[in-house]
């Protein structure tokens, strides 16, 4: 086991290798750069081709263990009426340092830009809310798989979920045979894995090429506002959140995390690093059930970087354009495109096409502006990824935590190395299997009912 595990620190080494090299590479050659990019597409590609077995086997054993339903609809409740208040958090704090830093005054634009601006506003036409809804459902139990929707999967993981709970012993078999699915799924992913270096390689000498330093100088004030506010947001809102409700250190968790970071900001997609995450919260102590419908509704719904990164980017817009938002038009414009924007959390680019598809429905005079952080989107969307996938993570312990499904001496000892996660098979058979039953805090002696 341990010359595996050596083998995975290698593996990451060379992502880390890979993406010196990349921006090198982008540096030097640009021209050659630039066509490197099918590298970096492949890859994260390949990753999208497991998010829609992994969902569903993961959410489908989770709510089949469980012998109530009404377990299962406390659990999403409560994580829907997290993910609003922590979207609405980041909103203000988007807002806040987008009007203290102004970050757009004094820029102009030119003909290329407005093309630009006028692209992307295209592809982020905006939706109605009845589209949205309707868009959930598959146009076959079948196309769910192949359509590559996150939330579709959702739903359709969730009703097979729900029939082999109300078949009871009927659908043990079923389970098991899930179960099996699961962990062939977790095995071809981590075979995927070792393509990382080559598809880190491509991605970021791509964007280097492409972008060169030339474009990031004028628009360092905004990308050093957002990181900030990022950093801000993660470490201080969401690190105190989560010592005060569970005790434990949020630099703790994102190291234990941080193979799956190194991962995003190589891919600059948050959802090449869902089915890991999915793993290792299960491995932290967080019970089959509450993983398995947190982590994939966190993806749609608690898009906390999405949330700071279109706050920020409109103020900027405006106030490079002349025409600032009045405090009535920021929340309106920002609060329609938070709905816009479910569903997308981990697909490059989506976040400026919905930048300007709120701009198209309620300032179609702003659209212009878009084309202003076109060069720049790239390295912003690696921040938004980052902190959406930092508060999915935080989430699903707070929702574990509130729920009484979480074992806090087993996560005390894997983040403190104690308990090593499996590189290979990314599946802990021995904790999880079936719902833990947390006893009382008054229980002495305890484990939270979680095997160890």
């Known amino acids: 086991m341990a010359g595996r595990r050596d083998k995975t620190h ?14 090198a590479v982008g540096f030097a050659a640009p021209g050659t750069a630039v066509e490197l990019k099918p590298l970096g597409t492949g890859f994260v590609n390949l990753i999208k081709m497991m998010i829609s ?3 569903f086997c993961t959410i489908v054993l989770g709510i089949g263990s469980v012998r109530k339903a009404a377990k299962v609809g406390a659990v999403g409740g409560l994580a829907l009426g997290y993910f609003m208040i922590m979207s609405t958090v980041a909103l203000a704090i988007g807002l806040l340092v987008g009007n ?3 970050p757009g005054s004094g820029l102009h634009l030119t003909e290329a830009v407005k093309h630009a601006g006028e692209a992307q506003a295209k592809a982020g036409g905006a939706q109605s809310t009845p589209e949205f809804l309707l868009g959930i459902i598959p146009t076959t139990l079948v196309s769910a798989f192949t ?24 659908g043990e078999p079923l389970l098991r045979g899930i179960g099996h699915v699961q962990k062939l799924v977790f095995r071809v992913l981590a075979m ?11 991605a970021i000498a791509a964007v280097v090429g492409a972008t060169g330093m030339d474009a990031l100088k004028s628009l360092a004030v905004i990308m050093i506002g957002f990181y900030t506010t990022c950093l801000l947001f993660v470490f201080v809102v969401l690190g105190t959140l989560l010592r005060v409700c569970t005790g434990l250190n949020v630099f703790s968790l994102l190291r234990y995390l941080g193979r799956e970071f190194l991962l995003i900001l190589s891919t600059s997609s948050s959802e090449s690093a869902l089915p ?3 793993a290792k919260m ?17 993806y749609s719904f608690n898009l906390d970087g999405t949330a700071i990164y279109l706050t920020m980017s409109s103020l900027f817009i405006a106030e490079a354009m002349g025409k600032p938002l009045a405090i009535g038009e920021q929340i309106s414009l920002l609060l329609f495109m938070i709905v816009a924007s479910k569903g997308a959390a981990g697909v490059t680019g989506a976040g400026l096409a919905t930048l300007a598809g ?12 878009v084309g202003l952080i076109v060069g720049i989107d790239r390295f912003m969307s690696e921040a938004r990824a980052l902190t959406n996938f930092a508060g999915n993570a935080v989430a699903t312990v707070l929702i574990g935590t509130w729920t009484r499904e979480f074992d806090r001496e087993r996560a005390t000892e894997v983040l403190a190395g104690r308990l090593e996660f499996d590189e290979t098979t990314l599946i802990d058979d021995g904790h999880g299997e079936e719902l833990p039953t947390v006893p009382a805090p008054s229980s002495a002696g305890a484990k939270d009912g979680v095997p160890v």
Do not use: N
């Open 53 to 55: 077995p992994v969902i």
């Open 282 to 298: 299960e491995h932290l102590g967080v019970s089959k059930p509450v993983v398995g419908i947190t982590v994939p509704t966190g």
């Open 358 to 369: 709120g701009l198209q429905s309620h300032r179609p005079e702003l659209v212009d502006g």
């Open 276 to 278: 890991r995450l999915i």
């Open 10 to 23: 290698y593996l990451y080494i060379a992502v880390i290798a890979a993406v010196l090299l990349g921006i």
């Open 100 to 102: 203290l830093l102004e």
């Open 192 to 202: 995927i894995m070792w393509a990382a270096p080559v598809g880190a390689f491509g």
């Open 147 to 170: 359509g590559g929707q996150v939330l579709q999967t959702l739903l359709v993981a969730l009703l097979c979920g729900f029939a082999l709970q109300a078949m009871g012993t009927a």
